[in-house]
């Protein structure tokens, strides 16, 4: 797990205002996340039977793990799994333990207990814990991403228009929709249709650049055999960012 994202693990914790969470805050904003994992471990053995003191302390660790000695790694990456696991087990309906259970499972090696079929696994439930919470738009994003990394471009497409069935200005849910059916080779028209109304907005931070939804809407075009209007959106990603190594790359190879 990142740093920025243990932080906003840590700040969303739900109603653990307690002593543990206020010194694992304060650890996290002096950047100690070796005395982090050392708190939440702490709150752990204090009560075995909270879900999300299992999640944060497997978050500590996995913020400090890159820092740690490669002889420290191994048992570390040991603890994060079996803390993730044993919050899922005690509550099923721990979104965040089963996303970052899901990243685990995709990213370590398999020495370490790296597991793709354990990752895609996940997906089914984090997606159920997301119907359950019809308003939480955010969990459903993540599912969809998620999907994606899993190259799951079915799974990923039906999140993404459940986003923007509730929200028509999610406006990265729409870009995801046509980056979906590029790669999934499907829904060709759909994608043509999301990168066309993306297009019509100014994107905000984070979001990506109208560069590369004309560059994706070229990949499109070209997929579909339109030569001619995948020129036209290359140049015009070009002229938006004339260094635009891919768009530059696909125009070349016309």
């Known amino acids: 797990m990142s740093r920025l994202l243990l932080v906003l693990v840590l700040f969303s ?70 803390a993730w696991e044993r919050a899922v087990e005690l509550d099923p309906d721990h979104a965040g333990a089963r996303v970052s259970l899901f990243q685990y499972y995709m990213n370590a090696p398999r020495i370490a207990g790296g597991d793709r079929d354990k990752a895609v696994a996940q997906l089914a439930d984090i997606a159920r814990i997301a119907d359950a919470r019809a308003d939480d738009l955010d969990l459903r994003m993540t599912h969809a991403f998620l999907c994606q990394q899993a190259e799951d471009w079915a799974c990923a497409a039906t999140a993404f228009e459940a986003v923007v069935a509730v929200e028509q200005d999610r406006m990265m849910a729409w870009y995801q929709i046509g980056r979906t059916a590029l790669r999934s080779g499907d829904r060709h028209e759909r994608g043509v249709e999301a990168l066309l109304r993306y297009l019509e907005h100014s994107p905000a931070e984070g979001e990506p650049s109208l560069a590369w939804a004309h560059t994706r809407l070229g990949q499109i075009y070209l997929a579909q055999g339109r030569r001619d209007d995948a020129r036209a959106q290359y140049d015009a990603a070009l002229a938006l960012e004339p260094d635009h190594e891919e768009a530059k790359q696909a125009l070349g190879a016309l």
């Not at 982090?36 to 909270?50: Q, S, W």
């Open 13 to 82: 914790a739900p109603a653990l205002a307690d002593d543990f969470v206020e010194r694992g805050r304060a650890a996290i904003e002096a950047r100690d996340f070796d005395e982090a994992a050392d708190i939440f471990e702490d709150a752990v053995k204090a009560d075995p039977d909270n879900a999300e003191y299992h999640h944060l302390y497997a978050s500590a660790l996995g913020a400090g793990i890159n820092d740690a000695s490669l002889f420290r790694k191994a048992g570390m990456a040991r603890k994060m799994r079996m």
